[in-house]
């Protein structure tokens, strides 16, 4: 589950850590982008040497993903927080169990088992 999110890391740590103008936008759009990807995978799915960096680095991503106004100066704080992230999920180890999540709130059976097969 990890591979796209690692690609996208990976592409974010080369285009910040080249400082060229030309590269704020794309480095803005996969900033935005990370935060939805991240949300996917939870600590759990880390060894435990590094679940606790799994979710400081997460959380530092979504931060970023706030930001209103870019520059290259910004550049450094997101090669850094990107070579962090890309350290984390190479660690990544799936989840050994899959997450099942129930809905029996929801009435309409039809309309349950739609959305319980999306969520899980």
Do not use: C
Request: aromatic share 4%; hydrophobic share 40%; glycine share 4%.
């Amino acid at each position: 589950m990890a591979k796209h999110i690692l690609t996208l890391v990976k592409e974010l740590s080369q285009m910040s850590k080249t400082r060229a103008p030309s590269n704020v936008n794309t480095v803005v759009e996969l900033v935005h982008a990370l935060p939805e990807e991240l949300n996917k995978l939870e600590p759990e799915d880390f060894p435990a040497d590094v679940q606790s960096e799994f979710v400081l680095v997460r959380n530092r991503v979504r931060g970023l993903s706030g930001k209103t106004r870019w520059d290259i100066g910004d550049f450094p704080r997101v090669a850094e927080t990107a070579s962090r992230l890309v350290t984390v999920l190479e660690k990544y180890q799936g989840r050994k169990e899959p997450v099942l999540r129930s809905l029996p709130f929801v009435k309409n059976a039809a309309l349950r088992k739609l959305v319980e097969r999306d969520l899980n």
